[in-house]
């Protein structure tokens, strides 16, 4: 007997939450619930906004109609809808047991705030890896900030994401003021220039590695082996079943590139998942889900060590079941 449930969630985030351009104030989401003799298996299907081609709605109603089908027994494709291809594909790994439990929780920190307080924060952490975005200011400021954390954190290794912010001018001005025995710490630098051209001329230039992010998801892109290229990031979300992130991790495997699996503002839920996904698929790259702080709740399942409240599966507002 099979049966399934769709929930809706709305979190609240942090004032001054911040998404390409767009301040945020909640993030919506679904979550669903499989149920089959005495098992059951979570999903979370989150569309992001600006980011996912498709939206919220659309997400939901192909998630009803696949989940109709479903319960029926039919035997059934998986969503064109990356959001929602990925939450069910969970849903229904933890069914089968075919997800690990065991997760990978140390994420690369976010760099953000006091310089004096993250300092702190990364001297005291165990990774020695942490992620930085740049690109929101001046390249002087972001270069002297690059400068600061890695001269006072021996050890550290810093990722860096531009969003395709930069024109090449810019980005030179960047790698210009950061120290250039400091340049091979920085592990990689997602998307500096606005078009991959640029980027590659960018990292060939300077000689800083370079990481895929959006690049990696437009039609066309083929993942191999390119001079400075050095890591993609996978975001399950956006890029749709469990079955198409194993294959691009191994992928980037094989052409002997960094796979790294980053969230795409998740509830603690999909989080927790992605953590266990990241241990499962990709063990030896630390992942990138440093993103939890920006809400202001979890949803039913905790992120460790996390103290912010949990809303449990009996508050979230039920939209579909059968
Ligand atoms: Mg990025």
Not at 61 to 69: E, G, T, V
């Amino acid at each position: 007997m099979r049966r399934a449930a769709l929930f809706h969630y709305a979190i609240p985030l942090e004032a001054g939450t911040v998404l390409r351009d767009r301040r945020i104030k909640t993030r919506s989401g679904l979550l669903v619930r499989l149920e089959e003799d005495d098992r059951e298996g979570w999903g979370e299907i989150a569309p992001l906004v600006g980011f996912s081609a498709e939206s919220l709605d659309e997400a939901r109603q192909d998630a009803i109609a696949w989940l109709s089908r479903w319960c029926r027994g039919e035997p059934d494709s998986e969503s064109r809808l990356p959001s929602v291809a990925f939450g069910l594909s969970c849903a229904q790994a933890e069914l089968s047991g075919e997800l690990p439990g065991e997760g990978n929780y140390d994420s690369a920190l976010l760099c953000n705030g006091d310089p004096d307080e993250l300092i702190d924060r990364l001297r005291k952490q165990r990774a020695t890896v942490a992620k930085m975005k740049v690109g929101l200011y001046e390249p002087v400021r972001d270069g002297v900030m690059v400068n600061l954390l890695l001269e006072a954190v021996p050890g550290l290794t810093l990722r860096l994401d531009a969003n395709r912010s930069w024109s090449p001018d810019k980005a030179a001005r960047f790698a210009h003021f950061v120290a250039s025995e400091y340049r091979s710490r920085i592990a990689f630098i997602e998307e500096p220039c606005r078009t991959a051209a640029e980027s590659r001329r960018f990292a060939l230039e300077t000689g800083i590695a370079l990481g895929w992010d959006e690049s990696a998801r437009e039609p066309g892109f083929t993942l191999k082996a390119e001079p400075h290229f050095r890591a993609v990031i996978i975001k399950p979300t956006l890029t749709g079943s469990l079955h198409a992130v194993s294959q691009r991790a191994e992928l980037a495997q094989r052409a002997g590139l960094v796979a790294v699996i980053g969230s795409s503002l998740e509830s603690s839920l999909g989080l927790t998942q992605l953590a266990r996904i990241a241990r499962w698929l990709t063990p030896d790259a630390l992942p990138g889900l440093d993103t939890l702080a920006l809400m202001q709740q979890q949803l039913i399942r905790c992120w460790p060590g996390s103290a912010l409240p949990v809303v449990s599966q009996g508050e979230l507002e039920s939209i579909w079941q059968s």
